[in-house]
């Protein structure tokens, strides 16, 4: 069964250091998110990504992130200069089509740990 | 703002002993209702997605229905696998009235199903 699939499963940075979280969405999925849940917090929307550009982003996504689809496959997320307060899971999800609401499937995540 | 607030926070039940889990929101526009499971340090499990009020899905042991306000979990004689964090997440239409999937979360219920 296709998945969403993430690289790496665990990230330590220091502060100020830029970080690059990968994703490979399902192969056929055409809309892309990243999403970020601090330790005992809810899940939280930050960016969608559809036909090589953003579609919608949060109050929380920034100057400081950035995302790219670099080729056919990967999906990308930047964090400039990470803030000790960007410790968290971030999840990738993808969907296949827009149209009534698709299911989102997400990936294992990343834990970022930012010292 | 679209809102969703899931009751209880933490529910631990005996095995076989079937009960509900709630999620309320308050939403301009819904375009979806979604249902995920999230273990440990793991990304969301896909469940289910309902669209309209009345609506019904089953799967296994979980029934999830829906109606203008809220939306109910079901679990039917759970056995201590089903032990998770389930989320509710809702779909909307933005404030130009279109959707590009944007998902807002719950705070999860966390079950404990003990044998």
């Known amino acids: 069964e296709p998945e969403v699939t993430q690289t790496p499963s665990h990230q330590v940075t220091q502060m100020g250091q830029e970080v690059i979280l990968r994703c490979v969405p399902i192969?056929?999925?055409?809309?892309f998110y990243w999403y970020r849940q601090i330790l005992g917090q809810k899940v939280e929307f930050l960016v969608s990504?559809?036909?090589?550009?953003?579609?919608?982003k949060s109050e929380i996504f920034d100057d400081q992130f950035s995302v790219e689809r670099p080729d056919g496959s990967n999906f990308t997320l930047k964090i400039r200069s990470t803030k000790l307060e960007d410790s968290a899971m971030y999840f990738c999800a993808s969907k296949a089509a827009s149209g009534r609401a698709d299911t989102q499937y997400f990936g294992p995540g990343t834990r970022l740990t930012v010292l | 703002e679209d809102q969703v607030t899931q009751s209880p926070e933490a529910l631990r039940l005996q095995e076989g002993e079937s009960s509900s889990l709630n999620c309320s929101y308050t939403?301009?526009?819904?375009?979806?209702l979604f249902w995920y499971r999230q273990d440990p340090g793991k990304g969301p499990e896909f469940l289910f997605t309902l669209y309209s009020a009345g609506e019904e899905k089953e799967k296994e042991r979980l029934k999830a229905t829906l109606t203008k306000k809220e939306s109910f979990l079901h679990i039917t004689a759970p056995k201590p696998e089903d032990s998770a964090t389930y989320l509710c997440a809702v779909q909307t239409k933005n404030a130009g009235g279109t959707s590009y999937g944007k998902l807002t979360f719950g705070q999860g219920t966390i079950l404990t199903v003990h044998p």
């Open positions: 192969s056929n999925h055409l809309y």
């Open positions: 990504f559809y036909n090589n550009e953003i579609s919608e």
């Open positions: 939403v301009s526009g819904l375009r979806g």
